[in-house]
């Protein structure tokens, strides 16, 4: 079982930045996938970033490539999504996710969720 708590959303003007983070339950965090998707009302989940468990691979959606980066400290049980140049349209609700012996895209894969962060980017 991995228990996942976001934080670090809010509200930033359009170019701003901001670093929300998630912190994990459980001994065998190093083991797992981290992802991070973000959803808007009426909208399905959407794949924003991904890292594998010794962070050698990072994946991005288009959208997102060259202005958020992801990473995480296995130390501390915590992943970390970058986000500069922020646009309106990334205005979101943001997850992390959990998966474990695979790296994927698909919300499908991830089995264990955190309750959600709110980001709102003002223009």
């Known amino acids: 079982q991995v228990q996942l708590v976001e934080s670090g959303g809010g509200l930033v003007q359009a170019g701003g930045s901001l670093r929300v983070s998630c912190a994990a339950s459980g001994r065998t965090f190093s083991a797992y996938t981290m992802g991070w998707f973000r959803q808007t009302p009426g909208k399905e989940r959407e794949f924003v970033s991904c890292i594998n468990w010794d962070t050698s691979s990072t994946y991005y959606a288009d959208s997102v490539k060259g202005r958020f980066t992801i990473s995480r400290d296995n130390a501390k049980n915590t992943v970390y999504l970058q986000m500069n140049s922020l646009k309106p349209e990334d205005t979101a609700v943001y997850y992390c996710?959990?998966?474990?012996?695979?790296?994927?895209?698909?919300?499908?894969?991830?089995?264990?969720w955190g309750q959600g962060t709110q980001v709102t980017v003002s223009s």
């Open positions: 996710a959990a998966a474990r012996y695979i790296i994927s895209e698909s919300a499908a894969a991830y089995a264990y």
